[in-house]
């Protein structure tokens, strides 16, 4: 059975990745775009060019909801309530899902961004309200977590098709989580390497922590982030590298046909 593996990308996180077309060269590459929806990032005009680039390259579009926190980037924990995330969660899908019907597409998939996505990843109360936020817009939408977490767990009990994640362009800790960003070397930025992670993870399960232990991995996507240095170059590498060895690159929402 041939190995298959969706491709995304975090974007509309910065202006000028629009302006100087590093966006629209990352959509030649992924085949899942999660774009910014106002919390942490992003406002109407960023969204809109974004979602008419996916939907231009045949990418799957999907939201990328943080705290409403843009001077921290959405990557500092914000103590609020679980009725505040669900509903700045589903103000910020909603925007995004209305500009998507106003180009005639629709959005796929929800992954939260940052501090949002790390305190889900271990805190079901914080899973649970992310869930309901995007509820109240569509049970139909796909949700995309930490692989092997306790949201994806979370998700699915509550009748979410999830979905689980790994990180080509991010270094990880011997406990299978990632390493944090504090570190000079919470980033892999050289793209043969990244490229071998992504590969670890379809062919071995596996991802090589920083002290050298192997730690297990079961992912259906890969996630390289649009503001990582290299960003593209990374892309193509793991682009070339999947199809070099016969890995089939795919959307999300494929995953989920009756044929898959």
Known sequence: ???RMDLNCDMSERPDAL????????????????????????????????????????????AHPGYPDRANFGR?????????????????????????????????HVKPHGALYTKASYDAS???????????????????????SLMIDVWQDLGFRAVGEAFADRVYEPDGTLRSRKFDDALTTDPAKAARQALNIVNKGIVIAHDGTDVKV?????????D?????????????????????????????????
């Open 1 to 3: 059975m041939t190995k």
């Open 19 to 62: 302006l100087d077309g590093t966006e629209e060269q990352l959509m030649q590459y992924v085949t899942s775009a999660n774009i910014a929806c106002g919390g942490h990032a992003g406002d109407v005009a960023s969204m809109e060019k974004t979602l008419r680039l996916a939907h231009r390259y045949n990418v799957g579009i999907g």
């Open 76 to 108: 500092h924990e914000m103590h609020l309530s679980a009725d505040a995330i669900a509903s700045t969660v589903y103000e910020q899908i909603r925007v995004l899902a209305e500009i998507a019907r106003r180009n005639m597409c629709e959005i796929v």
């Open 126 to 148: 914080v899973a649970d309200a992310i869930a309901h936020g995007v509820a109240r817009l569509s049970k139909d939408l796909i949700l995309v977590g930490f692989a092997g």
């Open 218 to 226: 079961n992912a259906r996507t890969i996630c390289i982030h649009g």
């Open 228 to 260: 990582t240095p290299g960003a593209v170059a990374i892309s193509r590498a793991v682009r070339a590298e999947y199809e070099r060895a016969g890995i089939e690159v795919t959307q999300i929402s494929s995953f989920f046909n009756k044929s898959a």
